[in-house]
């Protein structure tokens, strides 16, 4: 397994998105702290210099593992199950455009909330047909470019649609496609999970991709999550894709990149 950090190359109010601003020099610290690649965190590919950021990386000797969507979301809001049946196809298109800029980076496409919410006036069975629908096309159009997609799980006080890996099994098996897989995140498995070792081995080869943070979304060893029994069960399920870190910046993003990561790689050497 390897490393990676997540980095937005535009401004971001998310908190757990602590690197941002200029984007070659956040890319040589991420380097310098022992990662070996970034989460690539965009609002619209459209609006930013694909090619000049692909290769700002690869330069570093790093890779682009995963592209992160939810800034469609939390800056434009959004989603595929808006009651404005345009915000909704905006939604799908938008995730669309992702597309070649995650086959040219060889990176898995991350969705959060772009997916959305039930909203008051929605009937949940209304919500669900609709996100069914954003993802169904979705993953046709990537598949037709050999491109991965990953819905994360999320706690039920951020949405009430595909909070845990056994919906999103179902989940997955009822849109079909091969390509459409989970990105589990420790933070939101500690909500609500009965169990976030067996989760992940149910979940097995539909891992995607992997986001750690401790219980109260510091950096791990900040909280109270057993890491060497969660890495242990991924472990098992064969998994070698990256551990990204998705945590709270705090006391400085810098010192808990470092921090977690430290810990991450000692619990995984322990392990192997």
Not at 12 to 34: C, H, M, W
Not at 36 to 59: A, F, H, Y
Not at 98 to 117: E, F, W
Request: hydrophobic content about 40%.
């Amino acid at each position: 397994m390897k490393f990676c950090t997540c980095l937005s190359p535009e401004p971001v109010q998310f908190s757990a998105y602590p690197f941002k601003g200029d984007f070659a020099e956040n890319v040589t610290a991420i380097k310098r702290l022992g990662f070996d690649g970034v989460e690539l965190i965009v609002r619209d590919p459209d609006t930013i210099d694909q090619d000049g950021i692909i290769q700002t990386v690869k330069s570093a000797g790093m890779e682009i593992p995963a592209i992160g969507t939810g800034l469609a979301w939390g800056e434009e809001g959004l989603s595929f199950t808006d009651p404005n049946s345009e915000i909704r196809e905006k939604a799908i298109e938008r995730l669309i455009t992702h597309v070649p800029l995650a086959q040219k980076a060889g990176a898995v496409i991350v969705v959060g909330l772009l997916r959305g919410i039930v909203q008051p006036e929605v009937k949940p069975e209304d919500a669900e047909e609709w996100m069914f629908t954003g993802f169904s096309r979705c993953c046709q159009v990537a598949a037709d470019s050999g491109v991965r997609i990953a819905f994360e799980p999320i706690n039920r006080y951020e949405t009430s649609l595909l909070n845990a890996v056994e919906g999103g099994l179902e989940f997955i098996e009822k849109v079909g496609g091969k390509n459409l897989g989970m990105l589990l995140d420790t933070f939101h498995m500690n909500i609500e999970e009965p169990s976030i070792e067996e989760s992940i081995r149910n979940a097995g080869d539909r891992i995607f991709h992997f986001h750690y943070a401790d219980s109260n979304r510091l950096y791990p060893g900040a909280g109270h999550l057993d890491f060497h029994s969660i890495l242990t069960a991924l472990t098992e399920t064969g998994y070698s894709g990256y551990l990204s870190g998705e945590h709270r910046p705090d006391p400085e993003p810098t010192e808990a990149a470092r921090l977690g990561l430290k810990n991450m790689k000692k619990i995984l050497g322990e392990i192997q």
